[in-house]
C-alpha cells in the first residue's frame, strides 16, 4: 500500500533551517509528482511546494519563495524540503502528498516550530 513517513521537524529559531524528508513506498515514485503542505492552528492547509516526476519543475507558494527548496531523489524514493530563513508563521504541520490512481495520500506529518 501506498506509505509517505515524514521526518525532519523539529523546534528552531526564527532565521534557522530545516530539511524535511518524506520516504515513499508503495508505488512507483519516479512517476507520480511530489508536494508538501502545512497546516496551521486556525488556519486553512497551505500547498508550500510542488515537483514533478523527475524534477524539471518547481512550484512554491509566494509566502515560501526564495526561502523553500522542494528536491527529490527517485533513487531513494525520497521527497526533501529544504527550509531556510525560517520565521514564526512557518509553524505548522508538514505533510507529504501524492496522488496515485486518482487517490491522494498523506503521510502523518511532521511538526515544525520556528520560535526564540
Known amino acids: 500500500q501506498v506509505q509517505l513517513v515524514e521526518s525532519g521537524g523539529g523546534l528552531v529559531e526564527p532565521g534557522g533551517s530545516l530539511l524535511l524528508s518524506c520516504a515513499a513506498s508503495?508505488?512507483?515514485?519516479?512517476?507520480?509528482?511530489m508536494r508538501w503542505y502545512r497546516h496551521a492552528p486556525g488556519k486553512e492547509r497551505e500547498l508550500v511546494a510542488g515537483i514533478t516526476t523527475f524534477g524539471g519543475s518547481t512550484d512554491y507558494a509566494d509566502s515560501v519563495k526564495g526561502r523553500f527548496t522542494i528536491s527529490r531523489d527517485n533513487a531513494k524514493n525520497r521527497v526533501y524540503l529544504q527550509m531556510n530563513s525560517l520565521k514564526p508563521e512557518d509553524t505548522a504541520v508538514y505533510y507529504c502528498?501524492?496522488?496515485?490512481?486518482?487517490?491522494?495520500?498523506w503521510g502523518q506529518g511532521t511538526q515544525v516550530t520556528v520560535s526564540s
Open positions: 508503495g508505488f512507483t515514485f519516479s512517476r507520480s509528482a
Open positions: 502528498n501524492t496522488n496515485v490512481r486518482y487517490i491522494s495520500y
